[in-house]
């Protein structure tokens, strides 16, 4: 994937994507963390970075026709795997590149709290897991006015982390 390419799905997201948790900061922040992170690992000589950003920029697609609700939730990587399938060939994305956006947006979901990791998929999908299920617990995104409950869920999750990264050894590298 070319940088035009690359910045051309950047600013279509930046023009898209609407505020709350799912806002353009925590995509950038889950792209800085997966370009981070495959150096971290020692792979970002092997694989194609813009192509991973890419994936980073789409994987919260869904949020941009449907409401953050439990359903949209658990659909996921359903719902965004129809989205990508339209969208990528608007922006003249396909074959190989398609195919790896499109899986690691579709397998990204759900490692927190179920710890339905991808242990078995490609590089690109650990990474955007990796990346978003780490952000998850960015204090920019756990709003102060939480119910004790879901605080306790929080704590135990941060606490936990490296039983719901596919790269365990990243739990401790979050900004």
């Known amino acids: 994937m070319t940088d035009a390419k690359l910045e051309e799905i950047r600013n279509f997201v930046i023009r898209v994507t609407p505020p709350g948790k799912h806002?353009?900061?925590?995509?950038?922040?889950?792209?800085?963390?997966?370009?981070?992170?495959?150096?971290?690992?020692?792979?970002?000589?092997?694989?194609?970075?813009?192509?991973?950003?890419?994936?980073?920029?789409?994987?919260?697609?869904?949020?941009?026709?449907?409401?953050?609700?439990?359903i949209t939730y658990f659909f996921e990587g359903h719902l965004a795997r129809?989205?990508?399938?339209?969208?990528?060939?608007?922006?003249?994305?396909?074959?190989?590149?398609?195919?790896?956006?499109?899986?690691a947006c579709f397998r990204h979901t759900h490692s927190f709290p179920f710890g339905q990791l991808n242990r078995n998929q490609d590089i690109y999908t650990k990474l955007l897991q990796d990346s978003d299920t780490i952000d998850f617990f960015h204090p920019v995104r756990i709003n102060n006015k939480i119910p004790t409950i879901v605080e306790y869920f929080l704590k135990y999750g941060k606490k936990n982390l490296a039983h719901y990264l596919n790269f365990p050894q990243l739990h401790d590298k979050a900004d």
């Open 82 to 103: 129809r989205a990508l399938v339209k969208l990528l060939p608007k922006f003249e994305v396909s074959g190989k590149e398609a195919d790896i956006i499109i899986n």
């Open 23 to 70: 806002n353009f900061a925590h995509i950038e922040r889950v792209r800085n963390n997966a370009i981070r992170f495959a150096k971290i690992l020692g792979v970002s000589n092997l694989i194609n970075l813009n192509v991973l950003q890419a994936a980073c920029y789409l994987h919260d697609i869904t949020y941009l026709k449907y409401k953050n609700n439990p």
